[in-house]
């Protein structure tokens, strides 16, 4: 069946620090793929998403580029501010959209 | 506008009491979720529902949990004899749609979570 699997955290960065935050998936058939993010305290909420390959989505600086030959979808950012520490959730949306599959989540620190 | 509405957004039962957890999805949302975060862990998908219908009841854990949606809007899962191990964040979302809906463009909408209800079973 379709599956996430992202890197394990935490994930410790200064400020300032780049950082990728590594995505893989295995699914049938064109995926959506999307990466929510949870802040402290807080709901989950959609960062970014790419429906087909080669899209990047981008948002608050974070980009990630969907990338069909290598089942990839992983989370850049050039640059790392305090305030992105977060659990950070890739996933995937297959065709027909009826059911999102989610990985285990990397938790992200920033230090100042 | 509103969010996703989840209530109670804690709760606090004893082993082998049934509880209800309730969902007020976004106004229009067609379509909703249920999911349980284990302390750590990802998301795990139970149920969804497009519309009043559930295609999907895969992931529902065990007989014990059950969910129902009236009206195109408000959802409660029902968890009977409640066990430790419910122990949990059960999260809802809504989206504009799912499969089955004709509204092709909306396809692969993201998905609106609420904050959550945080399940403990002493």
């Known amino acids: 069946g379709d599956s996430v699997t992202q890197m394990e955290g935490p994930v410790t960065l200064s400020e300032e620090a780049f950082l990728t935050i590594n995505c893989t998936y295995t699914?049938?058939?064109?995926?959506?793929l999307f990466w929510y993010v949870q802040y402290p305290g807080e709901g989950l909420q959609l960062l970014l998403k790419?429906?087909?390959?080669?899209d990047k989505g981008s948002n608050k600086g974070f980009e990630a580029t969907y990338r069909k030959e290598t089942t990839s979808f992983h989370l850049e950012k050039g640059s790392v501010q305090v305030s992105d520490s977060a659990v950070y959730f890739c996933?995937?949306?297959?065709?027909?959209?009826?059911?999102?599959?989610f990985g285990a989540g990397t938790r992200l620190f920033v230090k100042a | 506008g509103a969010g996703v509405s989840q209530s109670p957004s804690n709760k606090v039962t004893e082993k082998g009491k049934d509880v209800e957890l309730r969902c007020d999805p976004i106004?229009?949302?067609?379509?909703l979720y249920w999911y349980r975060q284990r302390l750590g862990q990802g998301l795990e998908f139970l149920i969804y529902?497009?519309?009043?219908?559930?295609?999907?009841k895969s992931g529902l854990p065990s007989d014990r949990f059950s969910a129902e949606r009236t009206g195109e809007s408000v959802s409660t899962l029902t968890i009977q004899r409640t066990q430790q191990e419910d122990s949990a964040v059960y999260l809802c979302?809504?989206?504009?749609?799912?499969?089955?809906?004709?509204?092709?463009?909306?396809?692969?909408?993201?998905?609106?979570f609420g904050n959550g209800t945080r399940l403990t079973v002493t």
């Open positions: 106004s229009g949302h067609t379509a």
């Open positions: 979302a809504s989206s504009l749609s799912a499969w089955g809906s004709r509204d092709f463009s909306s396809y692969n909408s993201p998905l609106h």
């Open positions: 996933a995937l949306q297959n065709t027909g959209g009826f059911k999102t599959i």
């Open positions: 790419a429906t087909k390959a080669d």
């Open positions: 699914a049938t058939g064109y995926p959506s």
């Open positions: 529902f497009q519309g009043n219908s559930a295609p999907d």
